[in-house]
Nanobody
Framework: QVQLVESGGGLVQAGGSLRLSCSAS????????MGWFRQAPGKEREFVAA????????YYADSVKGRFTISGDNAKNTVYLEMNSLKSEDTAVYYC?????????????????WGQGTQVTVSS
């Protein structure tokens, strides 16, 4: 089992920044890849960013590349999503997810564990 707890969401003006945190616990081998996804009202959940612990590889959706940064602190079992230059279209519930595999990091179906989500609202 893996438990994920997100924090750091909130209301921010367009152009501002937020940092989300995801604290993980449980079986290490089931969280080889950590990802962030988001879901806006009326839309499907979409991939935002991912990090593989073993290689330190990072992956980003085109829509956030250059604005968002995913990072991890192994000692704290925590993954972060630094979000800069926020836009109104970034408004969504952001979910942290854990996967035991190192491939298909953009595919939500490969993630076996999910956090409860944290709301990010960007006002224009």
């Amino acid at each position: 089992q893996v438990q994920l707890v997100e924090s750091g969401g909130g209301l921010v003006q367009a152009g501002g920044s937020l940092r989300l945190s995801c604290s993980a616990s449980g079986r290490t081998f089931e969280r080889n890849t950590m990802g962030w996804f988001r879901q806006a009202p009326g839309k499907e959940r979409e991939f935002v960013a991912a990090l593989t612990w073993s290689h330190g590889n990072t992956y980003y959706a085109d829509s956030v590349k250059g604005r968002f940064t995913i990072s991890g602190d192994n000692a704290k079992n925590t993954v972060y999503l630094e979000m800069n230059s926020l836009k109104s279209e970034d408004t969504a519930v952001y979910y942290c997810a854990a996967s035991s595999v190192l491939y298909g990091v953009r595919y939500a179906g490969n993630y076996g564990y999910w956090g409860q989500g944290t709301q990010v609202t960007v006002s224009s």
